[in-house]
């Protein structure tokens, strides 16, 4: 029998388990397509992907966080698990928020819920909920991506899938092979950000505004615009109230998505502003990177990145995830993925690096 014949018929039983019904998935994760496969990196090595794959088209928010902690840390009394709520998510109004009430026993269980500010909603926001999540170690931001990968189920497993971390609280973790939704790599982070696309030579912006011009910071569906804060030499002007003093019981933080005509090349939004993110790059034997622009910072570019210890929670920080389906499936729907995605998925496993 011809050698591809094998793979060919696993191809085809994966097919079939992924036709399968997937039923009580809690979240969907809106993602969009990053092609140009095997595209040339920009003049700092960055960028350079050699498969297709998807990315979050928006940070992971509040509401989809909290969702997670009731699924998955209502009665625990595992501290890696306790952790995922950091109580910086209600008490610090410049980016709240989730309330934890409860005991985590199972007479008395945490029940997490989104709440918004002392102070008003900043501008354009429709919700606390639609915020992004910040208060988040690169554990955390693991651990919901087992948990998506598991299915984003009620209960589903945080600690194998993506990554295996059976409790782990610190050390770099490599990425399982064959993991479905993980935190991106910092290529594929750059490239969904400031690739141009259209071909595999098609260059990068400086901005993931699509622009090389600084973009400006005003809330709306102006070009070129990002949350985050312009420093005028002297001061630095907030995005979302547009006044240089920082007020008490302000939240300033946008709605994932807000900068309506200012996404990237392949759709997504807020990589230049909002909270930077976790990617799954290292730095050292230690340190993660993460990248992006943030409310609280000064112009973000291309080559904006800091490395830290993975256990570093910031009021500036979150994350998105990357993916080989296309979402995850509304709640009670049945999710597929077609026999030429499942080839894209398998190749894809073959070539990436841990």
Do not use: H
Request: proline share 4%; hydrophobic share 40%; charged share 10%.
């Amino acid at each position: 029998m011809p050698s591809f014949a094998p793979r060919l018929v696993m191809v085809l039983c994966v097919a079939l388990l992924f036709a399968a019904p997937v039923r009580g998935a809690l979240i969907t994760v809106e993602t969009v397509a990053v092609g140009d496969a095997g595209n040339a990196a920009d003049g700092n090595g960055k960028g350079s992907v050699a498969y297709d794959f998807a990315v979050g088209k928006y940070e992971v928010t509040i509401a989809q966080y909290s969702t997670f902690l009731n699924s998955v840390a209502a009665v625990t009394s595992d501290s890696y698990i306790i952790d995922l709520y950091n109580l910086q998510m209600f008490q610090d109004n410049d980016i709240a928020g989730i309330l934890r009430s409860g005991s985590g026993t199972s007479l008395d269980p945490y029940s997490y819920s989104v709440v918004g500010p002392s102070g008003s909603n900043p501008a354009g926001a429709s919700s606390p909920g639609d915020r992004p999540i910040a208060y988040v170690s690169w554990f955390d931001a693991a651990r919901f991506a087992n948990w998506v990968n598991n299915g984003a189920t009620n209960g589903a497993s945080t600690e194998t899938g993506a990554y295996t971390l059976n409790g782990a609280t610190n050390g770099i973790i490599a990425q399982n092979a064959g993991a479905t939704w993980w935190l991106p790599t910092w290529d594929e982070w750059y490239k969904a950000a400031f690739y141009k696309g259209g071909s595999t030579n098609a260059g990068y912006w400086d901005y993931a505004t699509q622009s090389d011009a600084a973009p400006g910071n005003t809330i709306g569906s102006g070009t070129n615009q990002a949350n985050y804060a312009i420093f005028n030499g002297t001061n630095f002007t907030y995005s979302v109230t547009q006044a240089t003093n920082k007020a008490a019981g302000q939240n300033y933080l946008s709605d994932v998505g807000a900068f309506t005509s200012s996404d990237s090349a392949y759709g997504t939004f807020d990589q230049s502003g909002n909270l930077a993110e976790w990617v799954e790059a290292t730095f050292s034997a230690t340190n993660r990177v993460y990248v992006g622009g943030s409310w609280k910072g000064g112009l973000p570019s291309a080559s904006t990145s800091v490395a830290d210890l993975p256990t570093t929670e910031l009021d500036s920080l979150g994350f998105r995830l990357a993916t080989t389906a296309v979402e995850v499936p509304e709640p009670g729907t049945w999710a597929a993925a077609s026999l030429l995605g499942l080839v894209a998925f398998i190749a894809r496993s073959r070539r990436r690096a841990g």
